[in-house]
T-cell receptor, first 109, second 114 residues
């Protein structure tokens, strides 16, 4: 059983559309991280959310941490082909970082 | 500045063999972590080392071992390879140990066991 459940597993959209991916858990986290991984590369940290209810914006990406600190979402506005990749959420309930299975996002030109 | 480097890039081994994967952290980083990423899954934590000492171990069998050298580079060793060990092995480095410090990942070593 995954500690962090991500949905959907796959998402394919047209350039210019918006999308949202979700990360849910039954556990409370002190913080959650979002990474993007492109083929042949390691994950790259996008953001860390720390406070329940927190909203962080990174250009066209908006990240939200749930009030109860058990879930998070990533919203991309006006997606571009460069946003294509595997989006991973990660949290650390103990000393180690645990990742979700990821959402594969494909943005078609 | 160079990022995290890993070698080799790809590797094909036979069941029962042994493999050694190598990682060089970002200059100045003293902590190295290893992850296994099976196709279609997120990375799974294997080990973390800091100042040459093991600081954490994930749920992996004793066939998996690692060490960190005085220059902070690291090796991951896997004995008696199984087909299920086929995966992308990622190394990440950070200033300090612990999951809350930003980790920088290398490109990984793709291991195929036949």
């Amino acid at each position: 059983t995954q500690l962090l459940e991500q949905s959907p597993q796959f998402l394919s959209i047209q350039e210019g559309e918006n999308l949202t991916v979700y990360c849910n858990s039954s556990s409370v986290f002190s913080s959650l991280q979002w990474y993007r991984q492109e083929p042949g590369e390691g994950p790259v940290l996008l953001v860390t959310v720390v406070t329940g209810g927190e909203v962080k914006k990174l250009k066209r990406l908006t990240f939200q941490f749930g009030d109860a600190r058990k879930d998070s979402s990533l919203h991309i506005t006006a997606a571009q082909p460069g946003d294509t990749g595997l989006y991973l959420c990660a949290g650390a309930p103990d000393y180690k970082l645990s990742f979700g299975a990821g959402t594969t996002v494909t943005v078609r030109a | 500045d160079a990022g995290v480097t890993q070698s080799p890039t790809h590797l094909i081994k036979t069941r029962g063999q042994h493999v050694t994967l190598r990682c060089s952290p970002i200059s100045g980083h003293k902590s190295v972590s290893w992850y296994q990423q099976v196709l279609g899954q997120g990375p799974q934590f294997i080990f973390q080392y800091y100042e040459k000492e093991e600081r954490g171990r994930g749920n992996f069998p004793d066939r998996f071992s690692a060490r960190q050298f005085p220059n902070y580079s690291s090796e991951l060793n896997v004995n008696a390879l199984l087909l299920g060990d086929s995966a992308l092995y990622l190394c990440a480095s950070s200033d300090l140990p612990g999951p809350l410090y930003e980790q920088y990942f290398g490109p990984g070593t793709r291991l195929t066991v036949t």
